[in-house]
């Protein structure tokens, strides 16, 4: 992907992210303050967005659940609020002060998601994956991503529900929405949300 396709801030920025109503929730406390850096690369998925993606995954269970990339754990903090078990959230962050933070909602790996999943890819399955990647480096980790879909032992087949700019294409991919350039604070792209699923 080319890397002007979106701007990214030239100095770290302070970025104040709200709890919204739809994500209280017991022993889950808002992130009041997030630096966002070069080092990061992360966009803060609005909670609007973040609970339309979860309606998206569809059916809810005791399904083994993904978030690469889980950055402030704004799609793990939709998932509680919608439903889905804490004890079966895996949440991969890179960034280690990013990581830190994670443990309230889940499983936390501080890893890099495509090192991580070379690894796991044929030893675990998971049935929904939600995630918001690099987009530098989006196709890669779409494809890491899908390495590690699986039905986990469920009838349902597997389903990935992800953020994405407008410029990815996946010939498996339903197309669900599609974001203006001011869904992010700290980048300027157009993006959608696509859904993938699997066999």
Known sequence: MKSDL????KRPQRLHVRKRDRFAGPNIEPVEVVTVDKFTECHVTPGDVAARMVD???SQGDYLTLEPSAGTGQLSRALLASGYSQSELVQVERHHKLAGQLHRFGTVV???FLE???ERAGKVEF?????NPPFREVRKHMAAAESLMGRGGHDCPPVLVALVP???SHDR???LETLGPDTFQTAKVY???IRITGA
Request: aromatic share 14%; glycine share 4%; with cysteine.
């Open 173 to 175: 991919a339903e197309e």
């Open 6 to 9: 979106y701007k990214m801030p």
């Open 127 to 131: 049935p929904r994956i939600l995630m």
């Open 116 to 118: 991580w999943s070379a």
């Open 191 to 193: 993006t959608k949300i």
């Open 166 to 168: 407008v410029t990815f």
């Open 56 to 58: 998206y995954l569809g």
């Open 110 to 112: 501080n890893a890099c």
